[in-house]
């Protein structure tokens, strides 16, 4: 038996005999908005401050088109020779990803094009599994990280995101923030320092 065992075994065999329901927790999001648009609002607001692009389609415009247009003066390359990773139908892209995909394999995309299967008013966040991700190292090794998100499926907070059935079956989850950012050196703020470079969010139902 190792220390370890012996640790927890005195620990269960000293364990106070009570049964206390565990607390409420309030939800904490009666500050925020409780309509759609008005959570819509607060989550562009809130991904702009952490360095992301709420990038709205305009009358007629295409995910497709409205990609290229927010891209347009990020990629430093032409579009046409891009490598785009896309899980989401509305944009085909030029890179099939499978889950036996090895994730080094990832490197070179340019750009990655998922939907989110919820995103956080509270903090700008988006969520993905296993299941919108396929291969796991995609929404870190590309360049770019092109979301789709439902607008009416943005909760207020995280309080909110955890009482989601979302994490039930899933075997790997992530919640993105803006694009990477580091501001360890000289306390000066470098975006895309050891992840994606940036974080465009179109709203898509």
């Not at 005999?17 to 809130?46: I, K, S």
């Not at 995309?109 to 396929?134: H, N």
């Not at 009416?152 to 955890?162: L, S």
Request: negative net charge; proline residues 5%.
């Amino acid at each position: 038996m190792s220390a370890r065992d012996d640790i927890l075994g005195a620990i269960r065999a000293n364990k106070p005999a009570m049964n206390a329901p565990a607390p409420a927790v309030p939800n904490y999001d009666d500050r925020y908005p409780q309509d759609a648009d008005g959570l819509a609002a607060l989550f562009a607001e809130r991904l702009a401050t952490m360095g992301g692009t709420w990038h709205a389609l305009t009358d007629g415009q295409g995910v497709d088109a409205a990609l290229q247009e927010a891209l347009a003066d990020k990629l430093g390359k032409p579009f046409e020779e891009a490598v785009i990773a896309s899980n989401v139908p509305e944009v085909a892209g030029n890179r099939a990803l499978t889950d036996s995909d090895d994730p080094g394999s990832v490197h070179d995309v340019d750009i990655a094009v998922l939907r989110a299967r919820f995103g956080i008013a509270e903090t700008g966040s988006v969520c993905f599994t296993e299941a919108e991700l396929t291969v796991n190292a995609v929404a870190y090794l590309a360049q770019h990280l092109v979301v789709l998100l439902d607008p009416g499926e943005i909760v207020t907070n995280m309080h909110r995101a955890y009482q989601r059935d979302d994490f039930v079956n899933a075997n790997y989850t992530v919640f993105h923030t803006g694009p990477s950012a580091t501001a360890d050196i000289e306390g000066v703020l470098v975006r895309g320092a050891q992840g994606v470079r940036s974080l465009t969010v179109i709203p898509a139902r």
